[in-house]
C-alpha cells in the first residue's frame, strides 16, 4: 500500500461488498476530505508494509467476538486507532472483547444508517447524542500471540459475568460444560443431575444476556474465537 494523500485515512473491511459499499457511502455521507481504503484483499503482512499515514479510525464488518486475532494484529500495529465493528446485533462475547480492548465501538447496521446522508462517521464518533463512552485503548507488546489474550478474554469474561449471575454454579455449568458444546442431557448425567436442572441453568444464562436464539447464539455469547488471520482467509 502506499499513499499519495496527506490525511489520515479511514480503514474499511467488509466480506460483503454491499456492506462496504455503504460504509463508504456513510464516510462520504456529508462533504469531507476523509480518505479510504478498503481492506478486503490484504493480509496482515501487507499492513505491516503499510508506509502511508496511520488510519484514525478502522471499521470492521465483524463480530469482535469471533475475530480476535485480526482486531489484536489491528491493535499492535495501529496502536492509537479507533475501532467500530458493525453488525446487525452484538452478542455478550462481541461487548466484552470491545471492553477489553478498548476504543472500539460497537454499531448496528440500523443505528449507523439512520442518519444518513445528514450523520457521518465523525459524528458517530464525537457526538454524544450516538457515541457513548468507551474503554481507554488497552497496550500490547508485538510479541504476544493470540492464544494468550484469548485466554485472558476467556477469564475476563469469567469475571464480568460474576456482576451478571451471582450464582457461581450457574456460571460454572454454563462456561464449564454447556458453552464448550457439551449437550443437557450429558451435563446432567456426568453431574448426576436431572436434566430440568441443566435446562434451568441455560434458561438463566440466556436471560440474563438477552439471548434469544439458543442453538444460533448460546455458545457464541460466552466464548470467544482467534478467526481467521487475514481478510483473505475470511473471503475464501
Known amino acids: 500500500m502506499s499513499s499519495k494523500d496527506k490525511c489520515t485515512p479511514v480503514f474499511i473491511y467488509s466480506a460483503d461488498w454491499t456492506h462496504a459499499t455503504a460504509l463508504q457511502n456513510l464516510i462520504r455521507g456529508k462533504k469531507t476530505t476523509e480518505r479510504y481504503i478498503l481492506l478486503s484483499q490484504l493480509t496482515i503482512s501487507d499492513l505491516c508494509s503499510y508506509v502511508g499515514p496511520p488510519p484514525h479510525v478502522i471499521i470492521l464488518d465483524v463480530p469482535p467476538g469471533r475475530y480476535v486475532a485480526l482486531i489484536l494484529a489491528f491493535r499492535k500495529i495501529f496502536p492509537q486507532a479507533l475501532m467500530i465493528c458493525t453488525q446487525q446485533y452484538f452478542l455478550y462475547s462481541d461487548r466484552m472483547v470491545a471492553e477489553y480492548f478498548g476504543a472500539m465501538l460497537l454499531k448496528e447496521y440500523d443505528a449507523l444508517i439512520s442518519g444518513y446522508p445528514n450523520v457521518g462517521i465523525a459524528e458517530h464518533i464525537t457526538s454524544s447524542l ?39 454454579r450457574t456460571r460454572a455449568i454454563t462456561l464449564d460444560w454447556l458453552a464448550r458444546g457439551i449437550s443437557l442431557r450429558e451435563t446432567a448425567k456426568q453431574l448426576k443431575r436431572s436434566e430440568k436442572v441443566m435446562y434451568h441453568y441455560r434458561r438463566l444464562m440466556m436471560q440474563a444476556l438477552g439471548i434469544r436464539h439458543c442453538s444460533r447464539d448460546f455458545i457464541h455469547s460466552l466464548t470467544v474465537k482467534a478467526g481467521p488471520t487475514s481478510w483473505k482467509d475470511h473471503d475464501r
Open 130 to 168: 450516538f457515541s457513548a463512552a468507551h474503554p481507554p485503548i488497552r497496550p500490547f507488546c508485538a510479541s504476544v500471540p493470540p492464544q494468550v489474550v484469548l485466554g485472558s478474554l476467556e477469564i475476563w469474561i469469567r469475571r464480568r459475568l460474576s456482576g451478571v449471575i451471582p450464582s457461581s
